[in-house]
């Protein structure tokens, strides 16, 4: 974890640029390296080792070090894990891992849930979105597994589309974007809404994900079943939380 001294060390490394006060601050801040790599494994699961994960993130902790100003008083660890988590998720999709067919498939699963949901009044079973498909059970469980990774890509992508990304969150103001902000509280209000209206099983996982910010290891310790089942979970209130905003996109083109 950073030393006391650390604010010290900056400021003699942004002077400097001494190599050797780099690999000082690279070391300081080498566990977050493993944090941000820990929590993407939840989309991953056996499909990518976590020692390539923690690899790639590390040219992101590089490239923040190099880059970091420390004259704009925003915190570093902050800064660190924007970088270090596009780094692995760009470093992903060099590998071009998720072929175009599976990001249809991703978007035709959305599809299903958005439409079962708004038909039946609840949340879609497994089984109703299996026979929506025409599949057997097994085959919705692989297509599960299969689309994770598509689903971790969507999500990114939906994030650069509907907000500020980086620094430009802390520093800039909607005040003057009405439209811009009007459309932020609607979403989050849906999500909110989707969120608690998750099972009990994928809302724990959502909860323990994105708000105690915690790793699928971490997850799967606490909820007791394996971590490709948390990897699942978490699959599926993906796709009924962006299942529930492709309905609202709907509404909103109608």
Do not use: C
């Amino acid at each position: 974890m950073p030393g006391v001294n650390n604010n010290q060390l900056w400021k003699q490394y942004t002077k400097t640029r001494d190599p050797a006060l780099k690999d000082e601050l690279i070391v300081q801040y080498a566990y977050l390296i493993k944090y941000v790599a820990g929590r993407l494994s939840i989309y991953f699961g056996s499909n990518v080792e976590f020692d390539d994960l923690v690899g790639y993130g590390a040219f992101g902790l590089i490239d923040a070090i190099e880059k970091f100003d420390i004259s704009k008083g925003v915190k570093f660890e902050t800064y660190a894990s924007v970088r270090i988590r596009g780094s692995i998720i760009d470093s992903i999709r060099d590998l071009d891992w998720v072929p175009r067919s599976l990001r249809q498939k991703n978007k035709e699963l959305e599809k299903v849930y958005a439409e079962i949901e708004n038909e039946v009044g609840h949340s879609a079973t497994d089984k109703e979105v299996a026979d929506k498909l025409g599949i057997s059970m097994e085959e919705f469980y692989k297509l599960l597994n299969d689309v994770n990774v598509s689903s971790m890509m969507s999500l990114e992508e939906f994030m650069e589309q509907n907000y500020e990304r980086g620094l430009e969150i802390v520093s800039d103001s909607t005040d003057d974007k009405p439209e811009a902000a009007l459309e932020s509280v609607e979403i989050k209000e849906i999500l909110i809404d989707a969120i608690d209206k998750l099972p009990e099983k994928e809302k724990a996982v959502i909860t323990f994900y994105y708000f105690e910010e915690l790793t699928l290891k971490e997850i799967s310790a606490i909820m007791n079943v394996t971590e490709s089942r948390i990897s699942q979970l978490h699959t599926k209130a993906l796709l009924r939380m962006r299942g529930k905003l492709f309905r609202h996109r709907i509404m909103l083109e109608s």
